[in-house]
């Protein structure tokens, strides 16, 4: 018997993301640096390396 579990991690990074500047709002600048700075280095790079399979 073989179990698969299909993850999106996009859904789960904004879940976790939100809950965290709903306790410490003060993240939020921290958060969404972050957001920008990973998603311009998977523009620049291409996504062909980030692929989880």
Known sequence: ??????L??????SLIAGILILVVPRLL???????LIIIGLI????????QIR
Do not use: D, E, R, T
């Open 43 to 50: 523009g620049l790079f291409g996504a062909s390396g980030f």
């Open 29 to 35: 600048n921290y958060i969404v640096a972050m957001y």
């Open 1 to 6: 018997m073989n179990m698969s579990i299909n």
């Open 8 to 13: 999106s991690l996009a859904p789960l990074i």
